[in-house]
């Protein structure tokens, strides 16, 4: 598949080289939006979709082999996250797989904790999680902007879809630790403010939330775009409501570093 000006896209997403099916997938997934659901075309079409994108279902559950749970079982957890993300895809983004990924490896890790297994992050994706977190530090200040995955790749001489795990459970690794997590029935003052801001520069904001990793911009449009709790993000997306928490705080002040230089 060529690059078909990937390099000049702000979004955060895995390499199309790695993932090529995107560039078949993504039209598909755009006239599925504008089939009725209710239309037998549009279960045909999700069903081909599905079909389609099983190899990445395989690719992630093959990291949890050996973990206490069979194969098969994962697959078909995986599948679900699957299915999640074709049904929950916005159909005017480029790159399916950058959504994909975070939303089939929470199902599985979820998977996990309601059998009640310790799901054991692999040391040498803590090691990976700590040197991203070095690594966007300092392409953020050379670039001036938050890093792709793929330059975050490039830097590290890392696999793309490694590096978009590594920042999936990066946040459980984090060094400053929170002084609180509030009541999240109700949103905060600063959440409030950044909610409106959402609202109102919504175009100013558009090229800034692509910047954004795929799992923030998701948390993101959960909590403005459909009010859901922090405690309710944490159960869709399958992290702890600290790392829901943390997340927010970390993207609604990137937004407004970036739109006070923007403005």
Same mark, same amino acid.
């Given at each position: 598949?060529?690059?078909?000006?990937s390099a000049a896209r702000a979004s955060i997403e895995p390499s199309p080289q790695l993932h090529p099916a995107d560039a078949a997938v993504v039209p598909l997934l755009r006239r599925l939006s504008t089939i009725d659901a209710d239309d037998p075309a549009h279960a045909v079409l999700r069903e081909q979709i599905v079909e389609s994108q099983l190899g990445l279902v395989h690719h992630l559950a093959q990291?949890?082999?050996?973990?206490?749970?069979?194969?098969?079982?994962?697959?078909?957890?995986?599948?679900?996250?699957?299915?999640?993300?074709?049904?929950?895809?916005? +159909?005017?983004? !480029?790159?399916?797989?950058?959504?994909?990924?975070?939303?089939?490896?929470?199902?599985?890790?979820?998977?996990?904790?309601?059998?009640?297994?310790?799901?054991?992050?692999?040391?040498?994706?803590?090691?990976?999680?700590?040197?991203?977190?070095? +690594?966007?530090?300092?392409?953020?200040?050379?670039?001036?902007?938050?890093?792709?995955?793929?330059?975050?790749?490039?830097?590290?001489?890392?696999? +793309?879809?490694?590096?978009?795990? %590594?920042?999936?459970?990066?946040?459980?690794?984090?060094?400053?630790?929170?002084?609180?997590?509030? !009541? !999240?029935?109700?949103?905060?003052?600063?959440?409030? !403010?950044?909610?409106?801001?959402?609202?109102?520069?919504?175009?100013?904001?558009?090229?800034?939330?692509?910047?954004?990793?795929?799992?923030?911009?998701?948390?993101? +449009?959960?909590?403005?775009?459909?009010?859901?709790?922090?405690?309710?993000? %944490?159960?869709?997306?399958?992290?702890?409501?600290?790392?829901?928490?943390?997340?927010?705080?970390?993207?609604?002040?990137?937004?407004?570093?970036?739109?006070?230089?923007?403005?």
């Amino acid at each position: 598949m060529t690059r078909d000006g990937s390099a000049a896209r702000a979004s955060i997403e895995p390499s199309p080289q790695l993932h090529p099916a995107d560039a078949a997938v993504v039209p598909l997934l755009r006239r599925l939006s504008t089939i009725d659901a209710d239309d037998p075309a549009h279960a045909v079409l999700r069903e081909q979709i599905v079909e389609s994108q099983l190899g990445l279902v395989h690719h992630l559950a093959q990291r949890f082999r050996g973990r206490g749970e069979p194969y098969d079982d994962l697959v078909q957890v995986g599948t679900i996250g699957l299915l999640n993300a074709v049904d929950r895809f916005d +159909a005017s983004r !480029d790159s399916f797989t950058a959504f994909a990924v975070p939303t089939i490896l929470g199902e599985i890790r979820r998977h996990f904790r309601d059998r009640g297994w310790a799901l054991r992050v692999p040391r040498r994706l803590q090691d990976l999680s700590r040197r991203v977190a070095e +690594a966007r530090e300092t392409l953020t200040h050379s670039l001036g902007r938050s890093p792709t995955v793929p330059e975050l790749a490039h830097h590290l001489d890392a696999d +793309a879809d490694l590096v978009l795990e %590594a920042i999936d459970t990066g946040s459980a690794y984090a060094t400053v630790p929170l002084p609180s997590v509030p !009541d !999240d029935t109700q949103p905060t003052l600063g959440e409030v !403010d950044s909610g409106m801001e959402l609202v109102e520069n919504r175009e100013t904001l558009r090229p800034l939330l692509e910047r954004l990793p795929a799992r923030e911009r998701t948390i993101l +449009a959960l909590r403005f775009g459909r009010g859901m709790s922090q405690s309710q993000i %944490a159960a869709e997306v399958g992290v702890s409501q600290m790392h829901v928490s943390r997340l927010l705080a970390r993207s609604l002040s990137t937004l407004r570093d970036n739109l006070a230089d923007e403005t």
